[in-house]
Every structure is written in structure tokens, then in C-alpha cells.
């Protein structure tokens, strides 16, 4: 299996405050890597596909980089609606893999 | 629009098979253009996806590893349903379950709102 790692798992940040998420891949996954948002008792949204593609709908301030084994997400300005988990998910191979997620907190 | 609604028992006792369904409504099934799978989260823990199936008769399937020998899923195209079957759980297989449509490239597009299945005598 592919494993996938993100960091930090946890981060503190403010409105207003540019953040950037890390997932690292065990072995190259050229850009088959999803972002996802999930928040308490709901069910994960889809941010960006393709490391970089954002889906319909998701707020520009949103985006995605990286390929091969390091990739990150970026919010280029915290919105209080952006207070959730982040998950990467590689989709190089059929056996998808998920990385432990990255719990954005109010600071 | 698209919706994704699981069903299925809330309760499973150990060693027992926990079976679930997942009816899709407001697109169907049978799309050429997607897979349809089933993704899990223990209580506060992260995503584990379970596997995915094709709408062909042949109704090609991939399956995480890790659980490959417990795991079945079929797809009834008459009803719009996929379905999961999971046999001998333990407690380790208490979680939220989801059912999900896949694009053909793997990435997770649409999401059920989940249903929690707990194994427990």
C-alpha cells in the first residue's frame, strides 16, 4: 500500500491567516492526489483533484501543489467557515489510501 | 442532484456479517463514468476506504487489502443500489460508514451523510 502522511496533524491559525497543509506520499503518485474537508458529523467534502484542479464551487482561496511524493494545500486567507479536518487521498493506485488528516483549529 | 442515502443495521454483535445498502437517487447507477464504493471512520479517527465496484455485469471490484478476505460488494442496477457486506466483525470494525461515488480516476466526487455501525454483543 501507499502510504500517505500529513503534517501537521493539528494546527492553530486566525481569520485572515495564510495556511499551508503537507501530504508526502511513499513512493510517487505523479498528481493522482485528492484534497478533502470534513467537518464534525459530516460527511468529507472534495476540495481539489489532480493536485491542483479545484473542484466546482470551492472558494479560490483554496489550492493545491506538488506532485510525485510532496504535495500541499493552501488557504490563502482562513475564513471561519474553513475551521475543519483536511484530508489527502492518493488515487495512484486502486488501493486508495488516505493520509491522518489535519485538524484546523481556531488560535 | 445527486444524493447517496446508506441503510442497514445500527447494530452488529461480534462475528456476525454486517451488511449494508446504499440507494442513489437523482443519477443512476449504471453511468459509465463512475465507480461507486464504500469508505469508513472509526469514531474519531480518519477515512479507511473499504473498495470500489463497477456497474458492469462483470462488476469489476477492488478492495483494500487489508480487509479483501471479508469483504463483498455488488451493485443491483434494477434498484439503483450498491450494497456491502462485511463478515466476522469485531470491534475494531465499529465506525461511520459511507457510501461514495468514485469518477474513474478514483477521487471521491459525492458522499453519502454516513451511517454508524457499532459491533457490539
Known amino acids: 500500500d501507499i502510504q500517505m502522511t500529513q503534517s501537521p496533524s493539528t494546527l492553530s491559525a486566525s481569520v485572515g491567516d495564510r495556511v499551508t497543509i503537507t501530504c508526502r506520499a511513499s513512493q510517487s503518485i505523479s498528481s493522482y492526489l485528492a484534497w478533502y474537508q470534513q467537518k464534525p458529523g459530516k460527511a468529507p467534502k472534495l476540495l481539489i483533484y489532480?493536485?491542483?484542479t479545484l473542484e466546482s464551487g470551492v472558494p479560490s482561496r483554496f489550492s493545491g501543489s506538488g506532485s510525485g511524493t510532496e504535495f500541499t494545500l493552501t488557504i490563502s486567507s482562513l475564513q471561519p467557515d474553513d475551521f475543519a479536518t483536511y484530508y489527502c487521498?492518493?488515487?495512484?493506485?486502486?488501493?486508495?489510501?488516505f493520509g491522518g488528516g489535519t485538524k484546523v483549529e481556531i488560535k | 442532484q445527486l444524493q447517496l442515502r446508506e441503510s442497514g443495521p445500527g447494530l452488529v454483535k461480534p462475528s456476525e456479517t454486517l451488511s449494508l445498502t446504499c440507494t442513489v437517487s437523482g443519477g443512476s447507477i449504471s453511468s459509465s463514468s463512475f465507480y461507486w464504493g464504500w469508505i469508513r471512520q472509526p469514531p474519531g479517527k480518519g477515512l479507511e476506504w473499504i473498495g470500489s465496484i463497477y456497474y458492469s455485469e462483470s462488476g469489476s471490484t477492488y478492495y483494500n487489502p487489508s480487509l479483501k478476505s471479508r469483504v463483498t460488494m455488488s451493485v443491483d442496477t434494477s434498484k439503483n443500489q450498491f450494497s456491502l457486506k462485511l463478515t466476522s466483525v469485531t470491534a475494531a470494525d465499529t465506525a461511520v460508514y459511507y457510501c461514495a461515488r468514485l469518477t474513474n480516476s478514483h477521487e471521491v466526487n459525492y458522499w453519502g451523510q454516513g451511517t454508524l455501525v457499532t459491533v457490539s454483543s
Open positions: 489532480k493536485a491542483s
Open positions: 487521498q492518493q488515487y495512484y493506485s486502486y488501493s486508495l489510501t
